[in-house]
């Protein structure tokens, strides 16, 4: 193996209720990448790569976004320097938004795992990603049925959420899901939509984005406590072609949020999935 993606604290977390949860369980299931994000991102590379389904999952995320994180996602030197590092704050996402008038959309995003329950239906730690109405222009995944969370649920703090297709098949089976409400830990949420099968193994293979609930990051942070929590920020780019240049006003931008003197360092990472 010539170098590795360090686990996200969030993952971490995850990793650490399954282990006491269950010993005997496998617990690789529950760590998935945050698009964005992500704040839930677990992933490896190795020498020649991760092969065709890694490259499939990550390709839908989208290459022309860049992603602002506390790390970066493949650690070369001292873990404990990035460790350190302040949070990002769901805050910073909205000064960003409101300072880079180049970017197409800023999403803020953060995660978590917890149970989800649909009557005596049960699926353990599937991962739950608060987010905003901009997710569908980060990624190339749309809901197959219903609709995903729009600006409206956002602002007003709506307990909803798009399921992957994977959840649906665990929980619903054949009965239709929209429109009736699952337990999300011990938060209810009222299923809006259902993502179409986008498949990836997890870990190895790639995230498994068909394990994934999407709830407004509003909710989030209301049902799940945003506020302690360390975020990442998917920024979309105007285009491809200006993407370095675009990178260094986004750096620009993000030293000014955090009043950063020329002389100091960044205390914050950007990555891209050209980096995996």
Not at 199 to 220: A, E, K, L, M, V
């Amino acid at each position: 193996m010539r170098e590795f993606c360090y686990w996200l604290k969030e993952s971490a977390a995850i990793a650490a209720r399954a282990l006491r949860a269950n010993k005997s369980r496998a617990i690789l299931t529950t760590l998935g990448i945050v698009i964005g994000i992500m704040a839930v991102a677990t992933t490896m590379t190795v020498s020649n790569g991760l092969g065709n389904n890694f490259e499939e999952s990550i390709s839908s995320v989208g290459s022309d976004v860049l992603y602002v994180s506390r790390m970066p996602w493949i650690i070369t030197g001292d873990f404990f320097r990035y460790r350190n590092r302040p949070n990002i704050k769901f805050d910073e996402s909205e000064a960003l938004s409101r300072r880079l008038k180049s970017a197409r959309a800023v999403n803020p995003s953060t995660g978590t795992a917890r149970n989800v329950k649909y009557r005596s239906n049960v699926l353990e730690n599937a991962i739950v990603i608060g987010t905003t109405e901009a997710q569908m222009m980060m990624s190339s995944g749309v809901p197959e049925f219903g609709r995903f969370i729009s600006a409206v649920d956002v602002h007003s703090k709506k307990f909803v959420c798009v399921i992957g297709s994977e959840i649906r098949e665990s929980l619903f089976g054949g009965i239709d899901p929209l429109q009736r409400d699952i337990k999300i830990g011990r938060h209810s949420f009222r299923v809006i939509g259902v993502m179409e099968k986008q498949g990836g193994g997890g870990f190895f293979g790639g995230p498994n984005f068909d394990r994934q609930i999407f709830i407004p990051i509003t909710s989030f942070n209301k049902a799940y406590g945003g506020s302690r929590r360390d975020f990442t920020i998917a920024v979309k780019a105007p285009s491809q072609e200006g993407l370095e240049e675009f990178r260094y006003e986004l750096i620009g931008e993000m030293r000014g949020i955090r009043g950063l003197k020329p002389t100091e360092e960044d205390d914050f990472s950007i990555n891209s999935m050209d980096s995996l």
